[in-house]
């Protein structure tokens, strides 16, 4: 599956990007492209809609990471919005424990988030 990028036009220094499908290492490539020229644009506020995405990986948390980064750096901020429960689960995670403090690997952390948004995917939610 791939992932689908719809970039609405900017209102009142606000952006809003929809995501749908798969954010992984085979897509952030392409969300990191478009999302550089409004990134480096003037908007104030990027507003990331996941309601259609299935699927995160370490790579697409670090994409939005990189975009909260850009925008902060001139007091913006990154709001997402309408993510599914695995999706959520993963910030969950991310914003208890960064990834990179408890995997020793990309492919590591991949394999969890993969297991644990399945199981999400599978009801059986419990808090690991």
């Known amino acids: 599956m791939s992932l689908s ?3 609405a036009p900017a209102s009142n220094g606000n952006q809003r990007v929809a995501l749908a499908g798969r954010l992984d290492t085979h897509t952030y490539g392409d969300l990191d ?3 550089a020229p ?3 644009s003037s908007i104030q506020s990027l507003v990331l809609d996941l309601a259609g995405l299935d699927y995160i990986s370490s790579a697409g ?3 939005i990471f990189k975009a909260r980064k850009a925008l902060s750096a001139r007091g913006g901020k990154v709001v997402v919005v309408n993510p599914k429960p695995q999706i ?4 969950d995670v991310v914003k208890a424990v960064p990834l990179d403090e408890i995997f020793s690997s990309v492919q590591e952390a991949d394999a969890y ?3 644990m948004q399945k199981k999400v995917l ?3 939610d419990d808090d690991d």
Do not use: H, P, T
Request: proline share 0%.
């Open 5 to 7: 990028i719809e970039i």
């Open 33 to 35: 492209q478009q999302l």
């Open 38 to 40: 409004v990134l480096g």
């Open 61 to 63: 948390v670090r994409s």
């Open 88 to 91: 959520q689960k993963v910030f």
């Open 113 to 115: 988030l993969d297991a």
């Open 122 to 124: 599978r009801g059986n």
